[in-house]
T-cell receptor
Framework: DTEVTQTPKHLVMGMTNKKSLKCEQHMGHRAMYWYKQKAKKPPELMFVYSYEKLSINESVPSRFSPECPNSSLLNLHLHALQPEDSALYLC???????????????FGNGTRLTVT | AQTVTQSQPEMSVQEAETVTLSCTYDTSESDYYLFWYKQPPSRQMILVIRQEAYKQQNATENRFSVNFQKAAKSFSLKISDSQLGDAAMYFCAYRSGYGGATNKLIFGTGTLLAVQP
């Protein structure tokens, strides 16, 4: 069982649709992350939230809009996506973002997104 | 910039045998952390083992152990008594240990491990 829960598991959307991915953790972690992973490739960091504030945006297109309503929830709002955005989207959390603490990332099972 | 290299795209091992996955990294930092993550077909990235660079002792977790060679910048993963459930993609990852650094993991390209019954 994963301690980071992502919904939905699968999502198919058209290029004009608006959808959201949801991530939830109840481990008291204060840092949350979105990663994008293409098939047989390593995950690529998209966003980092630390204490509910956006601390990193890895130059992600504005058609991806993250939101952190509280310390347990992380959303990724999707709008006007392109077929090349089809991928596995992984959410992760860690106890603290600071580099001086060995707080490994805990990942969810991901949402498999297909853009048609 | 830091880089992580996994030179074995695919590996295969017989059940109950031992296999070693290679990972090398490049950094000018002296304080950092290294990780091995496993990603089975279920898609979840699972932390297998981690190593602090300042610790000389190699980390072990049950059947999993690492050979950490700091001078050579090598961090290999040894899986003993391989089991069918070990079949997965294995990613080596690096994270800076300096204050102000984000918890940004730098991943290698992965090694796909098959376990033969």
């Amino acid at each position: 069982d994963t301690e980071v829960t992502q919904t939905p598991k699968h999502l198919v959307m058209g290029m004009t649709n608006k959808k959201s991915l949801k991530c939830e953790q109840h481990m008291g972690h204060r840092a949350m992350y979105w990663y994008k992973q293409k098939a047989k490739k390593p995950p690529e960091l998209m966003f980092v939230y630390s204490y509910e504030k956006l601390s990193i945006n890895e130059s992600v297109p504005s058609r991806f809009s993250p939101e952190c309503p509280n310390s347990s929830l992380l959303n990724l709002h999707l709008h006007a996506l392109q077929p090349e955005d089809s991928a596995l989207y992984l959410c992760a959390s860690s106890q603290d973002e600071t580099g001086n603490y060995t707080s490994p990332l805990h990942f969810g099972n991901g949402t498999r997104l297909t853009v048609t | 910039a830091q880089t992580v290299t996994q030179s074995q795209p695919e590996m295969s091992v017989q059940e109950a045998e031992t296999v070693t996955l290679s990972c090398t990294y490049d950094t000018s930092e002296s304080d950092y952390y290294l990780f091995w993550y496993k990603q089975p077909p279920s898609r979840q990235m699972i932390l297998v083992i981690r190593q602090e660079a300042y610790k000389q002792q190699n980390a072990t977790e049950n059947r999993f152990s690492v050979n950490f060679q700091k001078a050579a910048k090598s961090f290999s993963l040894k899986i003993s008594d391989s089991q069918l459930g070990d079949a997965a993609m294995y990613f080596c990852a690096y994270r800076s240990g300096y204050g102000g650094a984000t918890n940004k993991l730098i991943f290698g390209t992965g090694t796909l491990l098959a376990v033969q019954p």
